[in-house]
């Protein structure tokens, strides 16, 4: 079993910056691919970014509305996925969920929900104007 657990939520003005952190334990030489999404009330949980890796190489992926803003990366020493959020703004604002999965995608990232196996709680980031 492999459980996440997320932290580096908060409340930032626009044009701020976050980072998050995804801790990973359990199985976590088993895990090949990691994803962000978010969601806000009464919307679908969306895509935020992903990150797939196999030996030396690893793929990444972003949803067109956070791609030049966003930026995911690995700590493989400390099982841990960051998600650093630049200039950020009032749409951001949403609950942040870490998802694992263990299986490695050559030369994509998946961006379904259906696709990862293991969720984190989530954490809240709250973006003001």
């Known amino acids: 079993q492999v459980q996440v657990v997320e932290s580096g939520g908060g409340l930032v003005q626009a044009g701020g910056s976050l980072r998050l952190s995804c801790a990973a334990s359990?199985?976590?030489?088993?895990?090949?691919?990691m994803g962000w999404f978010r969601q806000t009330p009464g919307k679908e949980r969306e895509f935020v970014v992903g990150?797939?890796?196999?030996?030396?190489?690893?793929?990444?992926a972003y949803a067109t509305s956070v791609k030049g803003r966003f930026t995911i990366s690995r700590d493989n020493a400390k099982n841990t996925v960051y998600l650093q959020m630049n200039s950020l703004k009032p749409e951001d604002t949403a609950v942040y969920y870490c998802?694992?999965?263990?299986?490695?995608?050559?030369?994509?990232?998946?961006?379904?929900?259906?696709?990862?196996?293991?969720w984190g709680q989530g954490t809240q980031v709250t973006v003001s104007s």
């Open positions: 998802a694992a999965n263990l299986r490695y995608y050559t030369g994509s990232v998946p961006d379904s929900r259906e696709r990862y196996d293991y």
């Open positions: 359990g199985r976590t030489f088993s895990i090949c691919t």
């Open positions: 990150i797939t890796w196999s030996g030396g190489s690893s793929y990444t």
